[in-house]
């Protein structure tokens, strides 16, 4: 799953025809999105339909072969991963890029470090959110759960304090059971913190149950969009 996170009810998030060749292949063609503060915005496809190339390419984990990606009006496009970070992007990814050897305040340190104030007060605003991440701060991540884990990771995403969070895949690897908590937990947080989502899956009942605005991907492309 990917995900998106914004503030504010206006278009925050704008990616107008992107394409991407892979030895000459095309892998994205003429991908456009645009998603509003506040929504919780899906895309959905199965293995192989582009959506990981497409978060890469927001991201900026690729080069892209022409279009643009925008965030609050601003042109990121050529911009570093650092620098996208800096513009209001995060990420939470699948349990198993979460970093095992580290403790789990070491983990939310890694997502804060970008910013200007105080990390050690952000740590503790974020162990507010996330009890269960305060009792286990002092624990190495490789001995929790699958579920704790993703809350480590979305903690971390946090704490960046960002306009848009991207998440690939968040749920894919847990059981069914952790699944739901793990959506339930992202919808409140979105509720409390009007926040805005763009979650990207290959699961469709998951991404109807979350999002409001679905955006389907096939072979590249966006070939179907609504609500």
Known sequence: YLLIIFYNMKNILKINKINKHFSGIKVLTNVSLEVNQKEIHGVVGKNGAGKSTAMKALLGLLNLKSGLVMIDGKNISKLSPQDRVKEGISFVPQTKNVFAGMTVEENLEMGAYLRDDDYKEIIEEIYVLFPI??????????EL?????????????????PKV????????????????????????????????????????????????????MYLGEVVEYGN
């Open 165 to 216: 969070v991207i998440a690939d895949e968040p749920v894919s690897a847990l059981d069914v059971s952790i699944q739901a908590q793990v959506i339930n937990l992202m919808m409140d947080l979105q509720e409390e913190f009007n926040l805005t989502i763009l979650f990207i899956a290959h699961d469709l009942s998951v991404v109807k149950h979350i999002s409001t605005e679905i955006a389907v």
């Open 145 to 161: 759960s699958g579920g704790q884990r993703q809350r480590i990771a979305i903690a971390r995403a946090l704490a960046t304090n």
């Open 133 to 142: 991440l305060k009792e286990k701060r002092n624990q190495l991540v490789g």
